[in-house]
C-alpha cells in the first residue's frame, strides 16, 4: 500500500499543474489567442502556428529550452538546440534563401524607384532606434530592437543574435512576426490617413518586361555592390540572392524547388517553435517585453507612414504617376504589405490593380532591411 501511495505521489508531483505558475498560465492563454488568429482568422498561419505551439510547450514544461549545463543528464532540451540555430544565424540566413527563391524581383528591375520607397519606409527603425534609447535601453539592444520597424522576423532574430541581445530575442522576435501577421489590420488605416481619395485612385502605367539576363545579373551585381560596401549583409543579402539566382538562371530547378519548399518550411518549423519557445513566462512578463512590443508597434506605424509620404512626394514629381499606396509596401512584410497596397487601392476603385507595382518596394524593403541590420554590426563593428 506504502509503495502504490509512494508511485502517485511521485507521479502526481511530475504533473505540470503543480509546477505551473499564473504567468504560465497566463502565456498559454495568449498561445491560444495566437493559434486561434493563426487558424481561424489565417493571419500568417505558416509562422503563428509554430510560434504559439512553441510557447504552449515551454509553458507547459519549461525544461524543453533546458540548456545542458541546467540538466542531471547533460543533454539540453529539444528547442533547446533548435534556438542555437537561431542565435548563430543559420536560421534567419536559410529563411532568406527561401524567400529570394520564392520571389521574383522584376518589378524592381522593371522600376527602379522602388528602391526609394523601400530606403524610405526604413525610416521606422531608426526613429525606433533612438525612442528605445530614450526609454533606457542600452544601444545595441537599441539597434535589435528598432529592426522590429522592418515587419522582418528573420532580421530581427539575425540581428539580436550578431548584437549578443538573446535575452531580448523573443519578444523581439514575437514582435516582428505578430506584426508581419498583423499587417492587414495595421497598416490599412496610416495609408486612408496620409492619402486622399483620388490618391487611391490612381492608376499606374503597365510595368515594362525584363529580360531573363536582367533578372539573372540583377542578384549577382546587387550581392556584389551590397557586400563590399557592407560585408556584414553577406549571410542576409547572400543568401537571398543565391536563393534569387536559383529561381531566374533556370539550370538548377531541383535547388529552387528545394529552397523554396521543403528546406524553407523544415527552417520556418524549427524557427517558429524555438522563437516561441523562447516566451516562457518568466522570461516574457517583464516591462521590457512591453516596450519592446510597443517600441515596435511605433516602428512599424512609423515606417510605413514614411513609406507613404515619400510615396506622396513622387506623385507629385511625376504628375500624378505614382500611386502613394505603394510605398507602404515598403516594409519588408513579403508579399503581405504589396498585398494591402491592391486591396486598399482596390477599395477606392476596383479595376485599379497595384500589387505588382507594390512588389518591388516591398522587394526594395527587404533588401534595405538586410542594408540596416548591417549599418548596425558596421557601428558596432560585428
Not at 5 to 27: C, D, E, I, R, V
Not at 149 to 160: N, R, V
Not at 339 to 363: C, I, W
Request: net charge neutral; proline share 5%.
Amino acid at each position: 500500500m506504502d509503495y502504490i501511495a509512494t508511485t502517485m505521489s511521485n507521479l502526481l508531483q511530475q504533473t505540470a499543474f503543480l509546477n505551473l505558475t499564473f504567468g504560465n498560465f497566463l502565456m498559454i492563454l495568449v498561445a491560444l489567442v495566437f493559434l486561434y488568429l493563426a487558424i481561424r482568422k489565417g493571419f500568417e498561419p505558416l509562422l503563428l502556428v509554430p510560434i504559439a505551439f512553441g510557447m504552449l510547450l515551454v509553458n507547459i514544461y519549461p525544461d524543453i529550452m533546458a540548456k545542458p549545463e541546467d540538466m542531471s543528464n547533460g543533454v539540453g532540451g529539444l528547442l533547446h538546440y533548435f534556438f542555437l540555430l537561431d542565435e548563430w544565424s543559420i536560421l534567419p540566413s536559410l529563411i532568406f534563401m527561401g524567400v529570394g527563391a520564392m520571389t521574383d524581383f522584376g518589378p524592381l528591375i522593371a522600376n527602379p524607384k522602388s528602391f526609394l520607397l523601400g530606403a524610405a519606409a526604413q525610416f521606422g527603425i531608426y526613429a525606433a532606434y533612438f525612442m528605445a534609447i530614450f526609454m533606457g535601453f542600452n544601444d545595441k539592444a537599441a539597434a535589435a530592437i528598432s529592426i522590429i520597424g522592418g515587419a522582418d522576423g528573420p532580421t530581427s532574430i539575425f540581428l539580436a543574435g550578431k548584437l549578443g541581445q538573446t535575452e531580448f530575442m523573443g519578444p523581439i522576435a514575437v514582435a516582428a512576426y505578430s506584426y508581419m501577421a498583423l499587417v492587414p489590420i495595421i497598416q490599412p488605416p496610416i495609408m486612408k490617413l496620409l492619402t486622399t481619395e483620388e490618391e487611391r485612385k490612381i492608376k499606374m502605367a503597365q510595368l515594362r518586361p525584363v529580360s531573363k539576363l536582367e533578372k539573372i545579373l540583377f542578384p549577382i551585381i546587387v550581392t556584389i555592390v551590397v557586400c563590399l560596401i557592407l560585408p556584414t549583409t553577406a549571410p542576409l543579402v547572400g543568401m537571398l540572392m543565391l536563393g534569387n539566382l536559383f529561381r531566374e538562371s533556370g539550370v538548377v530547378n531541383q535547388l529552387t524547388e528545394t529552397a523554396s519548399n521543403a528546406l524553407m518550411y523544415i527552417v520556418v518549423i524549427l524557427l517558429g517553435t524555438s522563437v516561441g519557445a523562447s516566451t516562457s513566462a518568466e522570461a516574457f512578463l517583464k516591462v521590457t517585453t512591453l516596450q519592446i512590443v510597443a517600441l515596435g508597434l511605433i516602428a512599424f506605424a512609423f515606417g510605413t507612414a514614411a513609406g507613404v509620404i515619400f510615396g506622396k512626394i513622387m506623385c507629385k514629381m511625376t504628375g500624378g504617376k505614382v500611386n502613394p499606396l505603394i510605398g507602404s509596401a515598403g516594409v519588408s512584410a513579403v508579399p503581405m504589405a504589396a498585398r494591402v497596397s491592391q486591396k486598399v487601392g482596390a477599395e477606392a476603385d476596383p479595376t485599379n490593380f497595384l500589387l505588382m507595382h507594390a512588389m518591388g518596394p516591398n522587394v526594395a524593403g527587404v533588401i534595405g532591411t538586410a542594408v540596416a541590420a548591417g549599418t548596425f554590426m558596421a557601428i558596432f563593428g560585428v
